[in-house]
């Protein structure tokens, strides 16, 4: 949770990225200094001597859990509830920072029904919610309209903003009818073979 609350305080809600390079050929720099910045903790940690730990066995002598907890609670609480103080400090201070002002109120579930069955009544809506997108469709996808029993597509079914886009995918009828026939001819020859 830290991790994305201190992303979002960092890059900002209204960042947008660019898909320009700004810095050309920064990638193959980078590369170039990862790859140095191993090869050098390699090197060091090729030549690093590793002494056995002193005092592990009395720090461990009643358990791990036990000789943590008492260095956390015990010497380093302090800087243990300073730390805790910071990062609520940073939350509170992410959520705030996403805060955004309510443009209009806030509808609730009674008004949404009361909207969608005066719409109903009205002949231009359903009472029950639109299909998931490729809901009886060839293909599970997003762009893929729903089809209705009759096979025919259900536009609203694919979200509003990829209909904007024109990336909504168009179902060919035509295509769908020699499927439905190509499966009554194999279901005909297994109930007559």
Do not use: C
């Not at 050929?25 to 910045?37: D, E, F, N, P, S």
């Not at 920072?97 to 029904?113: D, F, I, M, N």
Request: hydrophobic share 50%; aromatic share 6%.
């Amino acid at each position: 949770m830290m991790l994305f609350l201190f992303v979002i305080m960092l890059v900002g809600v209204d960042a947008s990225e660019s898909r320009k390079e700004p810095l050309v050929g920064q990638r193959w720099m980078a590369g170039a200094v990862a790859l140095g910045l191993l090869l050098l903790l390699v090197a060091i940690g090729a030549r690093v001597a590793i002494p056995a730990g002193a005092g592990l066995a009395e720090a461990n002598a009643e358990t791990n859990a036990v000789g943590v907890a008492k260095l956390i609670f015990g010497q380093y609480v302090y800087v243990f509830e300073l730390t805790a103080a910071l990062l609520i400090t940073a939350a509170v201070g992410a959520i705030i920072y996403t805060h955004r002002q309510r443009v209009e109120p806030k509808v609730g579930q009674a008004e949404l029904a009361e909207r969608r069955l005066a719409a109903f009544a009205a002949g231009t809506g359903t009472v029950a919610p639109r299909p998931s997108p490729g809901v009886y469709a060839r293909h599970n996808s997003a762009d893929m309209p729903a089809l209705d029993a009759s096979g025919e597509p259900i536009e609203d079914s694919v979200t509003t903003v990829l209909r904007i886009r024109g990336q909504s995918a168009q179902v060919d009828i035509s295509e769908m009818d020699e499927i439905e026939a190509t499966a009554e001819t194999t279901s005909t020859r297994e109930i007559d073979g």
